[in-house]
């Protein structure tokens, strides 16, 4: 069972990665449910702080990530069309490739600018609007990408640590 539990939470914690950059995925709760079956595991030593603590900021990053572009288009003048476009934009950039890994930076701006202009603003407000979406779209999503990359390191390296535990066979 310590093999299943393991290897269901490391798939976890790829998923949690994923879901930094696809909107419809909460990354961080996630990688944290991951975290949690290693530690549902024999192997490894109930820690209930540890849990608690990474628990506490999944649910903070995921709550700032709602906030965090809406505070960038606000202070840019943007509206919720932008941040729309921001989705669209970036959903856009996961289902057509067409500027290749770039095209996860690119296509959320054209989309938030896209959706400012459909909102009726002049281009220069379309365009801060869309910078502002924009710029709190990529601070949200680093700050998912860090702590699934940091929850994925104590992942690995607890699995590593315990690994003559979890894999036995017998």
Do not use: C, H, R
């Amino acid at each position: 069972m310590d093999i299943a539990l393991t290897l269901l939470g490391f798939l976890l914690m790829l998923v949690g990665i994923l879901g930094s950059f696809l909107p419809v995925l909460p990354g961080p709760p996630i990688s944290w449910l991951g975290l949690l079956l290693l530690y549902l595991t024999k192997a490894i030593p109930d820690d209930w702080w540890v849990l608690g603590i990474t628990l506490a900021i999944a649910l903070f990053i995921t709550i700032m990530d709602y906030i965090i572009p809406a505070m960038g288009t606000k202070k840019f003048g943007g509206s919720k069309a932008g941040m729309w476009g921001t989705i669209v934009g970036l959903l856009v950039a996961i289902f057509v490739p067409i500027f290749g890994p770039f095209g996860i930076i690119i296509w959320p701006f054209i989309g938030a600018l896209v959706g400012e202009l459909l909102n009726k603003a002049n281009q220069k407000t379309a365009l801060k609007a869309a910078f502002g979406s924009f710029l709190g779209f990529l601070t949200g999503t680093f700050m998912k990408l860090v702590v699934t990359v940091l929850y994925a390191i104590f992942y690995v390296y607890l699995s590593v640590k315990y690994a003559g535990e979890i894999f036995q066979f017998g």
